[in-house]
């Protein structure tokens, strides 16, 4: 699966619902990665291939979705967007992570396992 083109809609729709809700609250059951770029950007050049690779790699197990920040101006203000790229997190049942900075594959790799492919339990 390739990344997925993120709309304002699509994030209200799917992921959360900032004009509803207060509190977060992931709507999917598979944690997400958002890519903010723009197309003039070099270094969101420089992440893009590597989250095509991830999404094939992790294809079902995370969703990578990327939103251009010139087109959807609205949920880039709503994240406080000021300097791309900039990589948010999502896992299921916990509070998204931002990552500002073209990031190497190898720390994607390492938040991806880390922290949005291990179960959270509260159980001890």
Not at 48 to 60: F, H, K, M, R, V
Not at 93 to 119: N, R
């Amino acid at each position: 699966m390739a990344t997925i083109k993120l709309t304002n809609q699509m994030f209200l729709d799917e992921i959360f619902d900032y004009t509803k809700e207060k509190e977060w609250n992931y709507k999917d059951s598979v944690p997400a990665i958002i890519d903010f770029y723009a197309d003039w950007c070099g270094p969101c050049k420089m992440v893009a291939p590597i989250l095509e690779e991830l999404s094939e790699t992790y294809d079902g197990k995370v969703k990578i979705y990327k939103l251009d920040t010139e087109a959807e101006r609205e949920l880039a203000g709503v994240f406080g967007i000021r300097s791309i790229p900039s990589i948010l997190f999502i896992p299921v049942g916990g509070k998204p992570m931002m990552q500002v900075g073209a990031l190497p594959k190898s720390t994607l790799i390492d938040v991806i396992e880390k922290e949005l492919l291990v179960e959270k339990s509260k159980e001890a």
